[in-house]
């Protein structure tokens, strides 16, 4: 089964950057989809980013549109979300999410999730 771990996550002031880092233990992540989400205390998991096995297709939310680049290298079994330009808006748990069968936009469509990594924007 696949195992996502995510890492990267911490405290930084507005503006700053963070690169998130998926990690998948099993051998193939290169087959699934790969999805960011993230959530706060009494919110629905919101999309944030997704790209599928290849690269080729991706989507973004519209609030991280032209500041969050989602990437993933296949070699490594990992993916990346290179998080530029922070906003306190931003401050949230953020989960990765793989799945066989395509990226989605809704949550509960993804099978497999990691742990969460922790992001916190001061102003």
């Known amino acids: 089964q696949v195992h996502l771990v995510e890492s990267g996550g911490g405290l930084v002031q507005a503006g700053g950057s963070l690169n998130l880092s998926c990690a998948d233990s099993g051998r193939t992540f290169s087959n699934y989809a790969l999805g960011w989400f993230r959530q706060t205390p009494g919110q629905e998991r919101e999309f944030v980013a997704s790209?599928?096995?290849?690269?080729?297709?991706?989507y973004y939310a519209d609030s991280v549109r032209g500041r969050f680049t989602i990437s993933r290298d296949n070699a490594k079994n990992t993916g990346y979300l290179q998080m530029n330009s922070l906003k306190p808006e931003d401050t949230a748990t953020y989960y990765c999410?793989?799945?066989?069968?395509?990226?989605?936009?809704?949550?509960?469509?993804?099978?497999?999730w990691g742990q969460g990594t922790q992001v916190t924007v001061s102003s």
């Open positions: 999410a793989a799945d066989p069968s395509g990226a989605s936009y809704w949550y509960n469509a993804w099978d497999y």
């Open positions: 790209i599928n096995w290849s690269g080729a297709i991706y």
